[in-house]
């Protein structure tokens, strides 16, 4: 079983839909977690950290269920620019990527 | 804002040259790291340092090698490049908060490594 599993999509949808990617971790002792988003042919980049109480930013708000060893992403009111493959990552000793979930905004 | 610099973004080596690829951060991190990213894979841990002259092995090491000299500097070495090899190689570091653990990693642009 792979550390971190995530739908790997892809995710189409129309301009202003709510989307929501899942997450699952196989080691419970994990520490943090953390979403990043990476365009095409770009380097991966921070988009927020996932703290054990959800957090929101704008459009984006995360979760973590540690009993189900589980993180969201859900995205509101989806813009043409949101669209990239987004990708889950735990922190044991070191992080472990998702292979990532590859999300497409149509106008 | 962090940075990382990794010395080239698209790279063409022979099978069986050794290959170097440098990666610099300016911000005192201590911790880096040498990934490599395929389509369907996603990102797979190389190798990674916590501190001058360490290293450690990640996922896939065979085939290459580290250095790191400096703290600011962290060099990954195909010893004899083969075709499997071809990739997107990308760098990243991070650093440390008491009581917080690691931090998130900052990545470099990438190099798109081809070997013909």
């Known amino acids: 079983r792979k550390e971190v599993e995530q739908d790997p999509g892809p995710f189409n949808v129309p301009e202003g839909a709510t989307v929501a990617f899942n997450c699952t971790y196989s080691?419970?002792?994990?520490?943090?977690f953390f979403w990043y988003r990476q365009d095409c042919r770009k380097e991966p980049k921070l988009l927020m950290s996932?703290?054990?109480s959800g957090n929101e930013d704008g459009r984006f708000t995360a979760q973590l269920n540690r009993a189900s060893q589980y993180i969201s992403l859900l995205i509101r009111d989806s813009k043409l620019s949101d669209s990239a493959t987004y990708l889950c990552v735990v922190n044991i000793q070191d992080m472990r990527f998702g292979a990532g979930t590859r999300l497409t905004v149509k106008p | 804002d962090v940075k990382v610099t990794q010395s080239s973004r698209y790279l063409v080596k022979r099978t069986g040259e050794k290959v170097f690829l440098e990666c610099v951060q300016d911000m005192d991190h201590e911790n880096m790291f040498w990934y490599r990213q395929d389509p369907g894979l996603g990102l797979r841990l190389i190798y990674f340092?916590?501190?001058?002259?360490?290293?450690e092995k990640g996922d896939i090491p065979e085939g290459y090698s580290v250095s790191r000299e400096k703290k600011e500097r962290f060099s990954l070495i195909l010893e004899s490049a083969s075709t499997n090899q071809t990739s997107m190689y990308l760098c990243a570091s991070s650093t440390i908060r008491q009581f917080f653990g690691n931090q998130p990693q900052h990545f470099g642009d990438g190099t798109r490594l081809s070997i013909l």
């Open positions: 996932v703290y054990s």
């Open positions: 340092s916590y501190d001058v002259k360490m290293k």
């Open positions: 080691n419970s002792a994990s520490q943090s």
